[in-house]
């Protein structure tokens, strides 16, 4: 057996010892002394301790590694094994230093229930942590898989270590940061949805339960906040998108004709895009009001834009206004690089201004138009600040987009788990969204 | 040697100075924006102003941004406020997830804080298991504003002789008002859950939510005459719309009758509207209540908090109390400190009449475990039963539906 085909396994070893390491947690009531053992994989799946952020850095890394030693990649194995060693070591400093263990605070109030200890949350002062010794030889068989996998550290084949882990050095930050803050979340996320969760004690696994009820318990609550949150922002996906690419691409025309002052133009159109969707949404606010705003005032009417029949409008132009920037420019780009002798050649045709851009232009725009239709969609899909802070629930449920009550429902009323559940739908939605458009755009490509 | 042991003196005498001059800082959250936040800043100020011992930093925001921060603060244990003040509604749900530590009796005894110093429908319903959780900053509810000089101008005043206005009577006076050529509105339909809570608590004795303490049941025909008195109304044309900006209206002479909060007072000063304060418009005198709440100072638990912390908590609330003329005059508030009925000031101000103590069981202080989502689930309601989006009765089983199903899903 090879060192690299040692050092796969060891790595391999690590995640499935993994599953069965645990800690045993103990602590004093008064004068009462209780100790409970979780399992690892439970107390990953506890929320409430920022530690355990890192053991899903850990095993990923650890799944890399794996995955780099089986095609004799000796030096991205050992750099991903060391990450692992180094996360998971990190990990049981930590959470042993933690002097009240949340995660771990569940399981020690039943014990000291069990006990007949009659005690309040602030009594239990410190919850000391031990992990079994499976831990241990898990933390040993990365650390392994590190020393007997790494490739050679002689000086002549020092240029052969760095070829190999520069690139990973150029998107190490990013990584880190995407796996510790987005995808780690993200998977709680997932997980939330199969549990009951008030945000404040520890979550109750109640497997489909919340899927079953936004979806076929048609009495509930959250079944009608489900159809009429993703109805609405549907109908705001079918108004908005439209003018998301209509609008800035009808800009980029404008501007690629080289008008007096196109850059300034440029730039003053590009600006909303770098303002915050509360700044944005604020300034818009003042240019509704009823009593005070512009447009009532340079149209001599007193209409409500906060209400309908205007708001998904009013929505419609904010929204439009904000995201036309970044699309403009991605649409000059695109038409800078049309080729000027297909102009011409249409010209030598006698084709007008329309004839052109129906044949030349918009030929030449397909897959940037593709890119911007999935990313306005997304991003649609994805509407919160502007109803929310424009309009809120002050229309009962008339514009109440599905962010909105997933945000309600979490966070204001502390339902997190059917919130997370809501959540999952709609990542679900976009992604099937997505998804068609994507094999659109590939179709279209390979055409 | 003797260098030595001057410098060693030296040095233990600086830190004797140092830790004599020792303050206390104190981190207060409040739900105080907009002119209650800057009032409350003053009162601030003016208690580090006071005395050298106790520094308090002041954190004013939304109700709403309050009620989101606690919990996660409590629960991750980083940067909790040493004392917060909240609406008292909200303390039983607090109490429950053991996020409020009770207050020490005999420590906050030595900074001068007694239950009889306050405002008694106030105190005791934060006395949960023998133990005491929320010292009363104030009560403050909705009650009735009417333009005097409107009143005056149209012969209204025959309408608020006995010192209560019935909804009868808003038809009354509108009829009179509008013959004798007044054209704007009669009444308003404005903040709906308080309004209309306060109106529930006069039809129902104790102004019930819920009859087990954890599940919402509404008295289904008070909240159903209550929905129906307001959708009349609103159908014969003595309310002002969904879009009408009701406080402007009021301030420019176009609104008869205004329901508002105490708290507004400042404002209608401010913008020289000659007023009069009312209790809530009622059904019957005889069963007039309005919605009230109170603000509560709290303590969050906190592991880390110092006896000594807690101390320089208590002195800091008693001076609220003791000092809470301010917070009458300027921000139009009933303080809960009953010293404060003593002075002639007060007394003259036109919400001291919420102060009675004959009418301290007027005084609709809900207090429902799951308030917060009730609050939520009733004001989505709104005015969707007013102009019949909704029936009067899917409102209701709306209201109760929800909450039933997030506590379910808790």
């Known amino acids: 057996m090879t060192r690299s085909k040692i050092a796969a396994f060891l790595a391999l070893a690590f995640v499935v010892l993994f599953c069965f390491a645990g800690v045993t947690a103990t602590t004093t009531v008064k004068d009462v002394t209780v100790s409970v053992e979780m399992g690892m994989p439970k107390l990953l799946f506890s929320l409430s301790s920022a530690p355990l952020l890192l053991i899903p850095l850990a095993i990923v890394a650890a799944v890399a590694a794996f995955i780099a030693f089986i095609q004799n990649e000796k030096n991205v194995g050992m750099l991903f094994s060391f990450v692992a060693a180094v996360s998971f070591a990190l990990f049981m400093v930590f959470f042993s230093m933690e002097e009240k263990n949340s995660a771990l605070y569940t399981p020690i109030s039943e014990a000291l229930n069990l006990a007949e200890v009659k005690f309040k949350k602030r009594d239990v002062k410190l919850i000391s942590t031990s992990f079994d010794i499976m831990t241990y030889i898990a933390l040993a068989c990365i650390a392994l898989s590190c020393v007997i996998g790494h490739g050679s550290f002689a000086k002549d084949q020092r240029h052969i270590l760095k070829r190999d882990l520069l690139p990973y050095a150029y998107i190490a930050p990013h990584l880190f940061f995407f796996v510790v803050f987005f995808m780690t979340p993200a998977i709680y996320g997932i997980y939330a949805a199969f549990t009951k969760w008030d945000l404040f004690n520890e979550p109750v696994f109640t497997g489909l339960e919340n899927f079953k009820t936004l979806?076929?318990?048609?009495?509930?609550?959250?079944?009608?906040?489900?159809?009429?949150?993703?109805?609405?922002?549907?109908?705001?996906?079918?108004?908005?998108?439209?003018?998301?690419?209509?609008?800035?691409?009808?800009?980029?025309?404008?501007?690629?004709?080289?008008?007096?002052?196109?850059?300034?133009?440029?730039?003053?159109?590009?600006?909303?895009?770098?303002?915050?969707?509360s700044t944005v949404t604020l300034t818009w606010r003042y240019v509704f009001n009823v009593q005070y705003g512009i447009v009532n005032k340079c149209f001599g009417v007193k209409a409500n834009f906060f209400m309908p029949p205007y708001t998904w409008i009013m929505l419609v132009i904010v929204t439009v206004w904000w995201c036309t920037g970044s699309t403009m420019v991605i649409y000059q780009s695109a038409l800078a690089s049309v080729p000027q002798d297909q102009y011409e050649a249409a010209a030598v045709d006698g084709a007008g201004t329309i004839q052109k851009f129906f044949n030349v232009t918009l030929p030449n725009m397909v897959y940037p138009l593709m890119y911007t239709l999935v990313t306005a969609v997304v991003a649609q899909f994805n509407i919160f600040g502007q109803p929310d802070i424009l309009v809120g629930f002050s229309n009962g449920e008339a514009n109440a987009v599905l962010l909105q009550y997933i945000y309600e429902n979490s966070v204001k009323k502390q339902v997190a788990g059917m919130s997370s559940a809501m959540a999952v739908i709609l990542g679900l939605c976009i992604m099937v969204v997505s998804f068609i458009q994507m094999r659109m755009m590939v179709k279209n490509q390979e055409n | 040697m003797k260098k030595t042991l001057a410098l060693v003196l030296s040095l233990v005498m600086l830190l004797a100075a140092a830790n004599a001059m020792a303050v206390t800082e104190i981190d207060y959250w409040s739900v105080f924006t907009g002119g209650d936040g800057a009032v409350m800043q003053g009162m601030v100020d003016a208690f580090n102003a006071s005395q050298d011992e106790v520094h308090v930093n002041h954190t004013p925001m939304t109700a709403d941004d309050l009620y989101q921060k606690i919990p996660l603060t409590v629960q991750t244990g980083t940067g909790i406020p040493d004392v917060a003040v909240v609406h008292i509604e909200r303390i039983p749900n607090f109490v429950a997830k053991d996020m409020l530590y009770p207050y020490d009796m005999e420590l906050v005894a030595q900074a001068g804080i007694v239950a009889e110093n306050y405002n008694q429908a106030a105190w005791e319903r934060t006395d949960i298991d023998g133990e005491h959780y929320g010292i009363p900053l104030d009560v403050h509810g909705y009650i009735t504003y009417i333009n005097k000089d409107l009143f005056d101008k149209y012969d209204?005043?025959?309408?608020?002789?006995?010192?209560?206005?019935?909804?009868?009577?808003?038809?009354?006076?509108?009829?009179?008002?509008?013959?004798?050529?007044?054209?704007?509105?009669?009444?308003?339909?404005?903040?709906?859950?308080?309004?209309?809570?306060?109106?529930?608590?006069?039809?129902?004795?104790?102004?019930?939510?819920?009859?087990?303490?954890?599940?919402?049941?509404?008295?289904?025909?008070?909240?159903?005459?209550?929905?129906?008195?307001?959708?009349?109304?609103?159908?014969?044309?003595?309310?002002?719309?969904?879009?009408?900006?009701?406080?402007?209206?009021?301030?420019?002479?176009?609104?008869?009758?205004?329901?508002?909060?105490?708290?507004?007072?400042?404002?209608?000063?401010?913008?020289?509207?000659?007023?009069?304060?009312?209790?809530?418009?009622?059904?019957?005198?005889?069963?007039?209540?309005?919605?009230?709440?109170?603000?509560?100072?709290?303590?969050?638990?906190?592991?880390?908090?110092?006896?000594?912390?807690?101390?320089?908590?208590?002195?800091?609330?008693?001076?609220?109390?003791?000092?809470?003329?301010?917070?009458?005059?300027?921000?139009?508030?009933?303080?809960?400190?009953?010293?404060?009925?003593?002075?002639?000031?007060?007394?003259?101000?036109?919400?001291?009449?919420?102060?009675?103590?004959?009418?301290?069981?007027?005084?609709?202080?809900?207090?429902?475990?799951?308030?917060?989502?009730?609050?939520?689930?009733?004001?989505?309601?709104?005015?969707?039963?007013?102009?019949?989006?909704?029936?009067?009765?899917?409102?209701?089983?709306q209201i109760e539906q929800e909450v039933a199903d997030a506590i379910a899903a808790q």
Not at chain 1, 232 to 248: E, G, L, R
Not at chain 2, 196 to 222: E, I, M, P, R
Not at chain 2, 264 to 283: I, L, S
Not at chain 2, 338 to 343: D, E, F, G
């Open chain 1, 215 to 277: 979806l076929f318990d048609s009495s509930n609550t959250y079944y009608k906040q489900l159809r009429n949150g993703l109805g609405n922002t549907i109908k705001f996906v079918v108004m908005c998108v439209p003018f998301c690419i209509i609008v800035p691409l009808s800009v980029a025309l404008a501007l690629n004709a080289r008008p007096k002052g196109n850059k300034l133009f440029q730039a003053l159109y590009y600006l909303p895009s770098l303002m915050s969707i």
């Open chain 2, 156 to 397: 209204l005043n025959e309408f608020v002789a006995d010192g209560y206005i019935t909804f009868d009577e808003i038809r009354a006076l509108g009829d009179k008002a509008r013959a004798a050529g007044f054209t704007g509105q009669i009444f308003d339909l404005g903040w709906m859950r308080a309004q209309l809570l306060g109106y529930y608590a006069q039809l129902c004795d104790g102004h019930k939510l819920t009859d087990d303490g954890v599940n919402l049941s509404l008295d289904k025909d008070a909240m159903k005459k209550v929905m129906e008195t307001m959708k009349s109304l609103y159908e014969d044309g003595y309310t002002t719309q969904k879009t009408d900006d009701y406080s402007s209206m009021f301030y420019g002479g176009e609104l008869l009758v205004w329901s508002e909060g105490i708290w507004m007072k400042a404002a209608v000063v401010d913008a020289g509207v000659n007023f009069e304060m009312y209790p809530a418009v009622c059904f019957e005198p005889s069963t007039c209540k309005e919605w009230m709440s109170s603000h509560n100072f709290v303590q969050f638990a906190d592991e880390e908090r110092t006896e000594e912390e807690d101390l320089a908590v208590a002195k800091f609330i008693n001076f609220m109390g003791e000092n809470s003329l301010t917070w009458a005059k300027d921000a139009g508030q009933v303080p809960a400190h009953v010293s404060l009925n003593a002075v002639e000031e007060y007394a003259s101000m036109p919400q001291a009449f919420l102060s009675d103590p004959e009418r301290v069981d007027e005084l609709a202080i809900y207090y429902y475990l799951h308030w917060g989502l009730f609050d939520t689930a009733f004001s989505r309601v709104g005015w969707d039963f007013v102009d019949g989006t909704i029936s009067i009765d899917d409102a209701i089983a």
